[in-house]
């Protein structure tokens, strides 16, 4: 009943472990709706929101509040607190394996529209909010990106019922990742499945090898090797292939699997350049697990894509710079990152423009982002010169927009985009003709 309260002073939130807040209340005014909208926008984790229904009367604000947030459990408010407790822990077993994975990090607020002049933030807030369709996701093996309207569907494209279960078994045991990890994740699923389908190799092999992607790389964040290791020193290379013998242990110790720990330590014995790709079979094997290991670490960060890294990394396969990989591996992994590229590329993405009219009001302009300009000259990061002028604006691949059009780059500007890239996928910015061939000219 009280609306100047804090949500997060009534329960112990561990953010990092549960990312699901279970709020029970008696009666609710909106008031106190907003100030729980907000806290669930402020903290970007799913909020599990139950309401005993006596407390509102209105079928409008009902509709309201179940399009503000994520899943509304509605009760009678008569109902014994026994019978609400088992009505609860009824609806978290259903939900379990399907809430803490579903989050907003990648779509945080401050990034989606934000209210007209003339909107309150509560009626904002209902109209933007995204509500995900849990019908669809009984088995949670389907889980949607809000913002994105993307969805990874694992019935679909992970064909093989071993490797599916491993994936769920992981979002489970690992429920309190992000999003981003999860993508990252079923990403390299399916690249590990395309690839043994590239390959011919038989189903066997790519349960071996998703089995060790999940024990080795798949619950960290990000890898206990930072930058590129390729060219690094040996003993960071040693260090590399203590880790791979260390899973080795673990997965025969786990699953029994002799056949992985076996091609766990081929890994590490191409690694130490201690035997070559085209030794064996096994060593063949062995070095398409190690390539999809190396793929999955340079061209990810934090759980997102990273087009420069990844573009490095092709070139060291292009110019057979990884003595490990055998000839089928690096062609495989061309393949997978020819349709990582194309796939990046074909993104469509909607900027968000904020406008003041002269009374100094804010208003929201939805407009697309085009990754290309019809009178503008493609210019890669590394070619940007002082003194030209961009012919668009140039945007990373969520769609914020850095540069403005018709911006003159300098010296700062440049070390600064050099810098951000290195964290965004930046798309290529382009120059004006005019200023292009006068900087060619210098």
């Known amino acids: 009943e009280n609306t100047s309260f804090d949500p997060g002073i009534l329960f112990d939130i561990d953010e990092e472990k549960l990312p699901v807040v279970f ?29 005993l229904s006596g407390g509102i009367s209105s079928e409008s604000w009902k509709s309201k509040i179940e399009s503000a947030f994520p899943l509304v459990v509605w009760m009678d408010s008569k109902q014994p607190f026994g019978e609400v407790t088992k ?32 909107e309150a933030p509560l009626e904002s807030l209902f109209r933007y909010t995204p509500k995900v369709d849990f019908s669809k996701s009984k088995l949670g093996l389907q889980f949607a990106l809000p913002k994105s309207r993307a969805s990874f569907d694992a019935e679909k494209e992970i064909s093989n019922p071993i490797v599916r279960a491993e994936l769920l078994d992981f979002m489970r045991v690992h429920s309190s990742r992000s999003f981003s990890h999860v993508r990252r994740v079923f990403t390299t699923g399916r690249d590990i499945q395309q690839s ?25 964040e990000q890898s ?43 890994m590490g014995a191409l690694l130490l350049r201690k035997s070559s790709p085209e030794d064996s079979e096994q060593a063949d094997s062995a070095s398409l697990l190690l390539g999809l290991d190396l793929l999955d670490r340079n061209c990810w960060s934090h759980g997102h ?26 062609w495989t992994l061309l393949q997978l990152m020819v349709n990582a590229f194309e796939n990046l590329h074909t993104v469509k993405n909607v900027l968000i423009r904020k406008v003041q009219d002269e009374y100094g009001n804010e208003q929201v302009i939805p407009r697309e982002a085009r990754a290309t300009v019809d009178d503008g000259v493609r210019v890669s ?3 940007l010169k002082p003194g030209m002028v961009l012919a668009g604006a140039v945007c990373t691949t969520d769609g914020t927009e850095i540069l403005p059009k018709n911006f003159e780059i300098d010296t700062e500007i440049i070390v600064r985009l050099w810098n951000l890239s290195a964290t965004r996928a930046i798309h290529t910015p382009q120059v004006t003709e005019e200023s292009f061939e006068a900087c060619q000219l210098k």
Request: with cysteine.
């Open 224 to 266: 206990l090797i930072t930058g590129n290791y390729l060219d690094a020193s040996a003993g960071t290379v040693e260090l590399l292939a203590q880790r791979v013998e260390s899973a080795s242990v673990a997965i025969s110790e786990k699953t029994g699997d002799t056949k992985a720990a076996g091609l766990v330590s081929g």
């Open 305 to 330: 894509w990273q087009p420069r890294w990844a573009k490095r990394f092709l070139n060291s396969i292009l110019d057979n710079e990884i003595a490990m990989l055998s000839r089928n591996t690096a």
């Open 381 to 383: 990061l590394s070619q």
């Open 23 to 51: 709020i029970v209340v008696s009666e609710i005014t909106m008031e106190a709706v907003e100030q729980l909208s907000r806290f669930y926008d402020r903290r970007q984790f799913f909020l599990f929101f139950v309401i």
């Open 196 to 220: 043994t389908k590239l390959w011919n190799l038989e189903p066997e092999t790519l349960e071996t090898a998703f089995t060790m992607y999940l024990s080795t790389c798949g619950p960290r």
């Open 87 to 118: 009505s609860l822990e009824r609806v978290e077993r259903e939900y379990r394996h399907v809430l803490p994975i579903v989050e907003f990090e990648d779509a945080p607020v401050d990034s989606a529209v934000v209210p007209g002049p003339d």
